[in-house]
């Protein structure tokens, strides 16, 4: 019996996937009276969000651990960035991706991912994700197909701990992370990150920003929280198993009016940045614990994707 190991070489990648980070942290302030944020930009990616690097992370691993190979087939469940960013990094892997989305997705978005020669299924509305998540699942034992699992996998969460943490930890003044604020799909950058500013001796408090409605006399009704809402998109409440008060000591939840999100986001856009409304919303609550924290404290955030494939939809309306 032949003892050899067989050797599957990770694909020549081109140049444009390997230059996946490290992106810039940038101090951040709206107004002059307005508190500094540190702000790491993630639009700058390839595919034009933070999840090309849980992408590149997760399908590298199984491509290493022999889980893939070239003209192999891998699914997920993501109605945005998600989706992009596989469908980019399969394209240079030369492997297949098959989206599984809930109907009603931006029109920008279907159209990037099929740019890239994946394919896409549509779940009803109503199934939202978990049909979908329901839906890969099952694509995936019928056709052998590596189901990514953004939304348990571990290494969702560790790309961030290894990669983005570390970035940050080199860029930010004096090492130093007093919070990090994010809204939360899958959870895996907040798990992540808070974990490497944890592990480097930062008393870091995780903070997670969950976009709400404003109602009449104040009281604050939840919208979709978010499964995929057309306002706040990509935030979603209740799916994720790496999302625990376990995988994070101290979280604090922060609730910001979804009206107030998409506002700051077209500010942010207006001074430069062209950012989607996940990254308003993150920028929101950034001020606001800035703002508790005091003068003198580095609160991170992330800018997770581009404006270009909200076009479509209510904040660019205006």
């Known amino acids: ?22 992106t810039p942290l940038v101090p951040v302030q709206l107004t002059r009276d307005a ?25 590298e691993k199984a491509w290493r651990t022999g889980e893939l190979c070239e003209g192999g087939t891998v699914v997920e469940a993501s109605s945005g ?24 997705v931006s029109q920008e978005r279907v159209l990037m991912i099929r740019a890239y020669g994946a394919e896409i299924i549509l779940v009803s509305r109503e199934s939202s994700i978990r049909g979908a998540i329901d839906t890969a699942e099952r694509y995936a034992k019928q056709h052998g197909a590596l189901h990514t699992r953004q ?29 990090v604020v994010s809204g939360v799909g899958t959870g895996g950058t907040i798990v992540g ?14 903070v997670a920003a969950r976009p709400v409605r404003i109602g009449g006399g104040g ?8 499964s995929f809402s057309t306002r706040v998109p990509g935030v979603v409440d209740g799916i994720s198993k790496l999302y625990t008060h376990a995988a994070l000591p101290g979280l604090r939840e922060l ?8 506002q700051t986001t077209r500010a942010l856009i207006r001074k430069g940045f062209p950012v989607g409304p996940s990254t308003g919303l993150n920028f929101c609550a950034a001020e606001q614990i800035a703002r508790e924290l005091g003068a003198g404290a580095q609160v991170v955030t992330v800018f997770a994707d581009r404006m270009e494939r909200y076009f479509s939809t209510e904040l660019f309306s205006h």
């Open 193 to 206: 990150l808070h974990h490497a500013f944890a592990q480097a001796g930062c008393p870091t408090i995780p």
């Open 35 to 59: 508190p500094l944020v540190w702000c790491k930009l993630e639009f700058l990616n390839p595919s034009g969000s933070t999840k090309d690097r849980i992408a590149r992370y997760m399908l």
């Open 81 to 104: 960035s998600t989706s992009i960013a596989l469908a980019l990094t399969c394209a240079q892997m030369g492997l297949r991706f098959v989206a599984v989305m809930p109907e009603g």
């Open 255 to 262: 609730d910001i009016d979804e009206e107030a999100a998409l």
């Open 219 to 226: 009281a604050h009704t939840e919208i979709e929280c978010c």
């Open 151 to 179: 939304f348990e996998n571990p290494d969702n969460a560790e790309a961030h701990r290894l990669w983005t943490g570390q970035e940050i930890l080199s860029q930010i003044p004096h090492g130093m992370v007093h919070a």
């Open 1 to 22: 019996m032949s003892n050899a190991v067989v050797f599957n070489p990770l694909p020549q990648l081109g140049r444009f996937l390997n230059l996946c980070g490290p």
